[in-house]
């Protein structure tokens, strides 16, 4: 079959579809990467097709929408803040989504990617929603898209809070989605009802890339939505650490990762100021990753205690640290709990809150501190914890040690081919 993977986002966005592509590509299917343009030589580097995507992540989180964006302080105004960041995007999204996809047999989506949902239903061809989040109504726990409440909440309760985040999201796009399916795509309005109860109805597949092991598939949930385990992209073969780094951690005990990601909601220099202190009060080594944050600065700048680097991949670099600190994206905190070693998650937004409250609930690490409140004491604290805590230590290797056992991909891969079957015999 001729695959297309539809994924907007940061390189946490899109790097386990990369893998998926992987394992799909592997079991004799065509495979195409729609995403934005600053990843291509990432995707073609794999071995699998590109299809361009045009706007940039980057230059979004960095703008002055983007930031606002970043700091909303309730899911409110984290939904109004994403329509105004959206909009410039949309219509071009639209077009390049019937474009990318024209030639599918079959489309999987992100949930960011949901336009290619539509283009499928347009050309008649299966959709499977590829997921890195817990996302749907169930009565187990609220919606990861809200900060974690301080005490369990009921069942009712949980369960509302993923329609009411579910319906707000479809909203705040309802009137850009139903004119271009209506003028466009020649489709009918999409009915004002939860998306996931329309995706229940219309028996779309939900592939959910996560281990078990961390959110245990919900009891309440359908038949047709897999969780699957993680969708690992393992480092290249001929992958060597720069000189520098190797020298660096042979030159003393396990350091201490702290990295950011995409995430830049903070004065570079005063993350960097905190990160190295809070390291130095803790009796640390550390490595800090540049990310699109600039964390670090120039080498020579730094103490001795203290080493920058570009570009590492987590796979290599996570199961030689004490610990690792990060902002709870969901492909980095994947590979935190798979490397074995206590993760210190420091929140900015989105689902963010919810993986680090889960780290914490595991006893894989210290709760999670909101970057926001982010101090040289408090994460001090938090990287002894990490890096003195037996038990915390020995749960998180436990855990490590599951997640390594388990093979998303494939797992996946087969639920994919066991839906294309089920459909080709009902068809017949």
Not at 82 to 92: A, D, E, G, L, T
Not at 214 to 221: A, F, G, I, L, Q
Not at 247 to 257: D, N, Q
Not at 381 to 407: K, N, S
Request: proline residues 9%; charged residues 20%; aromatic residues 10%.
């Amino acid at each position: 079959m001729r695959i297309v993977i539809f994924t907007i986002g940061s390189r946490g966005d899109v790097q386990p579809y990369v893998a998926l592509g992987l394992g799909l590509h592997a079991a004799g299917h065509e495979v195409f990467v729609a995403t934005h343009e600053p990843f291509r030589e990432f995707v073609t580097g794999h071995g699998l097709a590109f299809r361009t995507v045009t706007s940039n992540p980057q230059e979004v989180l960095e703008s002055e929408e983007g930031q606002r964006w970043l700091n909303a302080k309730n899911p409110i105004s984290f939904l109004r803040q994403m329509r105004q960041v959206s909009k410039p995007f949309i219509k071009q999204g639209q077009i390049e989504a019937v474009e990318s996809c024209r030639d599918a047999d079959a489309v999987i989506f992100s949930p960011v990617g949901v336009v290619a949902f539509h283009v499928a239903e347009k050309f008649g061809v299966p959709a499977f929603m590829g997921c890195l989040q817990p996302q749907g109504p169930t009565r187990e726990y609220p919606t990861p898209m809200m900060s974690p409440p301080g005490r369990p909440l009921p069942g009712w309760l949980n369960r509302l809070s993923h329609i009411a985040f579910d319906l707000g999201y479809s909203l705040v796009f309802r009137d850009w989605l139903n004119e271009w399916r209506v003028k466009t795509l020649e489709l009918p309005p999409f009915p004002l009802a939860s998306p996931y109860r329309t995706l229940i109805k219309r028996k779309v597949p939900v592939l959910y890339g996560y281990s078990p092991s961390v959110v245990p598939k919900p009891s309440d949930w359908p038949p047709l939505w897999h969780v699957t385990g993680y969708w690992f992209l393992d480092e290249r073969s001929d992958w060597h650490p720069p000189v520098e780094l190797a020298r660096f951690l042979e030159a003393g005990s396990p350091p201490v990762y702290v990295g950011f990601g995409s995430m830049a909601t903070r004065n570079a220099r005063e993350l960097t100021k905190i990160a190295v202190n809070a390291l130095g009060a803790a009796g640390q080594r550390g490595i800090l990753l540049s990310g699109w944050a600039g964390l670090g600065g120039a080498q020579d700048q730094l103490p001795d205690y203290v080493h920058v680097v570009k570009d590492v991949p987590h796979a290599w670099l996570f199961p030689r640290m004490a610990a690792v600190v990060h902002h709870g994206g969901a492909g980095t905190t994947a590979a935190g709990l798979r490397s074995g070693v206590p993760s210190i998650v420091t929140p900015v937004f989105g689902d963010q809150p919810f993986w680090g409250d889960r780290v914490a609930r595991l006893g894989a690490g210290p709760p999670p501190i909101p970057q926001r409140k982010l101090t040289v004491e408090g994460l001090a604290a938090a990287i002894h914890t990490a890096t003195t805590d037996a038990g915390m230590r020995e749960r998180a290797a436990a855990l490590g040690e599951r997640i390594r056992a388990e093979d998303g991909v494939r797992v996946a891969v087969e639920a994919f081919e066991q839906h294309i079957n089920e459909r080709k015999q009902r068809v017949q």
